[in-house]
RNA sequence: GCCGAAGUGGCGGAAUAGGCAGACGCGCACGACUCAAAAUCGUGUUCCCUCCGGGAAUGAGGGUUCGAUUCCCUCCUUCGGCACCA
């Protein structure tokens, strides 16, 4: 009988339906293991890379399952977010049409994978049921402090028309993540969500498994830096001026500050007859892009203000500058210049002509002189009072003495204090878009920004709005859904009109797969108490400082709430690579080298695609598609089709046959039951290969009908069962007779005595070269490996007579003899 | 510039703890079956040489070791992140 993939799979697929077998319930008996794999966008279109991110996944839950845990593998849509909105644009389909004709598409597709998901546990992040949650976690965030609204200059895409947060923009040119477009700055209203203020514990990854690349992306992306804030007097200033440096040892080196063109005070300090310099300088820094400005080569420009401020620790009356080379996005938006020992203040000290004080001694030296560089080396102290004498190290922080001892003398005066800084910024998450979760504030002329009351939400989107490609979100155009009453005094007011980032949607979908239709909160706790936290997280890495930034952030600020508990929302963390186009390229509609899934199921049915998926590449790593390779998954799940479906008359094996025969098969088990652990899936599959190679020689030797063959027959189509589910069904359950569903079975044990070797052959190296085998029992003894090897003829015959300086026998594993 | 990942046959990749490099698969070659082709099955397939034997080889070079794809050092290439961050 041949091998019908398609009505195969159909007929599983609906009856598993049916049966409601994939149905994950709360049940103490067992334990339970959430698994989640990143949800997709609903584009229309389910891609190869989402059946790369979520077969091995479905398969690793399918193992979990039969070791006997109660999994929980839901599957939902992210499906907020701009592609639907600029269609609409376009064609005038609304966005929610759409997305819900696109979700009805892709559910179809992902159905055909063959997953466990539960469907009824699904998610939509753009129904009102699920965003009026999300609306509601706003309102929590502000109510605790998190939340705010600031006027700063933020990041803004023109081609999406909306602003970003930090995360989103990327690259030297910093582009938009989502269309490449490079962005512009804009001053404008926003909310933030305090994300700093877990800075420090964000960079905590206590317990939790994570890829160590994820978690140093995210370190760096942080960026803490250790040292102290210093406080200077102006001379002309009415104001103190604070600066952050990871060098307070070096303050005896200050000759000038400078400060971001964009500081407040530098109005306040500029002389008059130094005013129409400044300003022209602060114009030009305007003008210039973030680009222009951070271009490391850049010469570096400036101009001095007229104003003067008092070094604290000397009293020195210092100049200060304003130059482009300091951010007001860093720090205090100022800084004291060392020349002597830092290569930007000393190439700006050259270029002005300003005086420059060595205050470190480098080692070996008997005399600090100003070099052709900035000195950023270890030695001694010195022209530095209480520091003199003290020792310089390369450590950052309280790990240098001289920076230690600095600080505790600045506590100690007053001058200043140990200050930690971070480039990590507050999370931007207003966007000027339609299509997005509404920002549940209402603002009053008299009573300014307030939340809509909890028992109001959600605040639905409108769906009569106007589809106009002017760049200014719909709801804003919208004549009456703006308008609104104050919740505290009743009066008119205006609702906010821009919609929050969707990371802020899928930094909580985990939670609400526990009880998608719970309408007394965001989630059932019970549910929660059961679930919670995800024991395995998997999907791409570029998420690193997105999505798995903002979802840690989203539930340690929601543990300080009592909303959640523990530290860590997801355990544990697996990212898989990237499937690229047979030319090497990533795929992409405009190269034509995009590989649909839904031809492939067609033509070699799902079982096979999703054996070559963990077959054809290490699944962290990813590699270039390879249509001739599938042919090779389709030949395996044939073979193994035609091995157990072929009713091959009962032999007469020999005893060895039979013994070498559960041998593999042990051994086997226990390599694919180690490889589902490690998430090592394309082993998996080409241990059963070789397996199933061994099972058509055992069949010609006549294995067939022996209780090993039947052993061999039913541990294999177990281990086949996570990868190729269908098939793996129909053999169980139709052709074994077995009783349904293996995908209820327990995972076979490996009796590790049928898995052990009797003998082995072990190589024998002479001075390094393997030169003869010899054939020992497996447990032989040191003295008997000795004597096998020199009983070989050709091991006697390489030795020319000598006697070996040294014999090292490794039992089991190799013998090297030196010469 | 700093940080990280990777580099193994024609290709994807394997090698668990420092112990037979190239499992498994693709491709290719030859053979069987066939009138023929496809499918299927079988055999072979890292490179080199004086080919019943021997030598070289895991990006390059060095080191440790009886023994290195694996550990250490230097360097090269590719990819990713950060970057005038005080």
Known sequence: MSYRPGVIERKWQAKWDADQLYRSKIDHSKKKFYALTMLPYPSGDLHIGHWYAMTPSDARARFMRMKGFNV????????????????????????????RDNIVRMRGQLRSMGAMFDWEREMVSCEPEYYRWTEWFFIQLYKHGLAYRKKSPVDFCPNCNTTLAREQVWGDDRHCERCETPVIKKDLEQWFFKTTQYADELLRFDGIDWPQTVKTLQTNWIDRSEGASVIFKTETGRHDVEIFTTRPDTLWGATFMVFSPEHPLVDEITTPENKAAVDEYKVQAARQSDIQRGAVDKEKTGVFTGGYAFNPVNGARIPIWIADYVLMSYGTGAIMAVPAHDERDFAFARKYDLPIIPVILPEGQSEAVVGETAYIGPGVMVNSGILDGTKVNTEKGRKNPSIARVIDWLQEKGFGKESVNYRYRDWLISRQRYWGSPIPMVNCAIHGWNPVPEDQLPVTLPEDVEWKPTGESPLKLHPTWKHTTCPIC????????DTMDTFMCSSWYHLRYLSPKFDKGPFDEEEYNYWMPVDTYTGGIEHATMHLLYTRFFHKALRDMGITEGHEPMTQLRNQGMVLGEDN???????????????????????????????????????????????????????????FTDPSAPGTASEETRRNLRRKVHQTLKRVTRDFENFDFNTIVSSLMELLNEMYKAREAGAVGSEEWEEAQEIYVKMMAPVTPHIAEELWTERFGKPYSIHTQAWPPVDEAAARDDFVEIPVQINGKVRDRVRVAAEASEEEITSAVMASEVIQKHLEGKTPKKVIVVK????SLVV
């Open 585 to 643: 390229e990533k795929m992409s509609k405009s190269r034509g080298n995009v590989i649909a899934p839904d031809v492939l199921v067609d033509k070699y049915g799902a079982d096979a695609v999703r054996a070559y998926i963990m077959f054809f590449a290490r699944w962290e790593m990813g590699a270039p598609w390879d249509s001739q390779g599938i042919e090779g998954a389709v030949r395996w799940v044939r073979r193994a089709w035609t091995l």
């Open 72 to 99: 929980l593998f839901p599957m939902g849509f992210d499906a907020f977010g701009l592609p639907a909105e600029n269609a609409a644009i376009k064609s005038g389909i609304h966005p929610m049409a759409r997305t």
């Open 812 to 815: 089991g594993k190799l013998v």
């Open 490 to 497: 009743g009066g008119p007011a205006e609702r906010e009109t």
